[in-house]
């Protein structure tokens, strides 16, 4: 095999090579780094050697820079490498470029060059391994200074899930255990932070007091150098209610029900102890696996919740920041009635959660987030009967529409009293094997838990 095909397979094999171990270390990031490195000198080496391969001439001053000066740069730009290690190892891959030009003229028979040619085709390598090193240095502490940033107490952030008006949600694990996080960073725009401070943490006091398992878990509180509040809770792979409907139309009334319940049982808990979410939504609410449980109930983010009955006691909520969803709005809270605000309200739009799911339209549309806000308080409500392509069971319409009165005095007393009367329907079943069925045709990568 003539010697240069034999180089360009030896090349290719060694980066294959490379590119296996990475795959196979990658629990090993160090180690991967290092065979890379190692990589970096013998490609320059095998690419000074082929472009070498033929002799230079002294009446042919310019040939042209050598390649090994681009490898080098994109090396060491690519590779998430320390200074003191960049450096020596970028300028022994510009030392291969004299040594495989030596080793050619000695093994070869080629006619030594003059030494300004020796010069100019060893010079750029050389620049390059200076010059990209010290860029990189800079690269590497913007990188290191970014993961830095992205560490909130013992959490590290990983990616971005959500972004909202009171801030983004970050998927993020803890640096010591072997649990993984929803991460919650709300910024306090233009106000007094440690006023905000204390309000969220009267917030997060009170919810670390549930614990009923279909209430979100939160497992930390903190404050950002840059001023930022936090909080880290547990992680929910799955879907929310918003995500099931609109991917999977209208669901039926036997599962509708056991999420109902699910949600009642997680308010039943936060109104006895006072508090009132206050923003239950469809994308508050998610289905996900939690152990073998499929189908499983968690409401989420009380970032808009009242502590109430309590000595002392005031709402939690950024200033100026709305009270709920239009669509998904009680009527004493679109009138801003805060007073009458109790958990009468989570249940009004508890009941527009499940007309949502019944349906797959909202109870009320409109051209603005005020003349929907303004229907809950005015217009009729349609039984969702008379909009569902589905049939729906009676008693479950009826308990439904009790939900949506307008006047709190009318609506069921307690989350209890809603469980008691959807526990008494027969709506069929929906028990874990169905779910268990609908996961694995429907979400087969989260039903394995992955």
Not at 246 to 265: E, S, T
Not at 425 to 442: C, I, P
Request: aromatic letters at 8%; proline letters at 5%; one cysteine or more.
């Amino acid at each position: 095999m003539p010697f240069y095909k034999l180089n360009a397979v030896l090349g290719i094999t060694a980066g294959l090579v490379v590119w296996h171990l990475s795959r196979r270390w990658r629990g090993s990031p160090a180690r991967v780094v290092t065979f890379g490195l190692a990589f970096q000198i013998l490609a320059s080496f095998q690419i000074s050697l082929a472009e070498t391969a033929m002799p230079f001439m002294d009446d042919l001053l310019i040939r042209g820079h050598s390649a090994v000066a681009m490898w080098i740069t994109m090396f060491v730009l690519v590779a998430p490498v320390p200074y003191r290690r960049a450096l020596p190892v970028a300028l022994l891959s510009a030392l291969m470029v004299p040594l495989a030009m030596a080793l050619n003229i000695g093994v070869r028979g080629h006619a030594p060059p003059s030494l300004s040619i020796w010069a100019l085709w060893c010079a750029a390598p050389f620049l390059m391994a200076i010059l990209a090193t010290t860029l990189a240095k800079s690269i590497y502490q913007m990188g290191q200074e970014l993961e830095q940033a992205k560490k909130l107490g013992s959490y590290q952030l990983l990616e971005q899930l959500g972004q909202g008006g009171m801030g983004a949600v970050w998927r993020a694990q803890h640096r010591y255990l072997a649990r993984s996080a929803a991460v919650k960073l709300i910024h306090a725009r233009g106000q007094n932070v440690e006023q905000i401070q204390r309000r969220f943490e009267r917030e997060a006091q009170a919810i670390a007091r549930l614990e009923c398992p279909h209430t979100v878990s939160i497992y930390d509180f903190g404050l950002t150098p840059e001023g930022q509040l936090y909080f880290a809770m547990e992680l929910i792979r799955g879907l929310d209610l918003d995500q099931l409907v609109r991917r999977f139309g209208p669901q039926g009334g036997a599962r509708v029900r056991h999420i109902l319940l699910g949600c009642l049982r997680s308010l039943e808990e936060a109104h006895a102890a006072g508090l009132v979410h206050r923003d239950i939504k469809p994308s508050n609410i998610l289905l996900g696996r939690l152990g073998l449980d499929y189908d499983f109930v968690k409401v989420v983010d009380f970032g808009l919740v009242k502590v109430a009955a309590e000595e002392g006691a005031t709402q939690i909520t950024m200033d100026q920041q709305a009270l709920g969803t239009p669509a998904y709005m009680a009527p004493e809270v679109a009138t801003g009635d805060t007073q009458a605000i109790d958990g009468r309200a989570d249940l009004y739009s508890l009941g527009c959660v499940a007309y949502w799911l019944l349906t797959g339209r909202p109870v009320f549309e409109g051209p603005s987030p005020m003349a929907v806000a303004l229907k809950h308080v005015s217009e009729v409500v349609v039984a969702p009967s008379q909009v569902s392509e589905l049939p729906i069971d009676k008693g479950l319409e009826a308990v439904l529409l009790s939900l949506l009165e307008k006047n709190p005095a009318v609506r069921p007393a307690s989350a209890r009293l809603v469980r008691e009367a959807l526990e008494k329907l027969e709506l069929g079943a929906w028990d874990n094997q169905l779910a268990r069925d609908w996961w694995e045709a429907h979400m087969p990568g989260l039903a394995k838990g992955e």
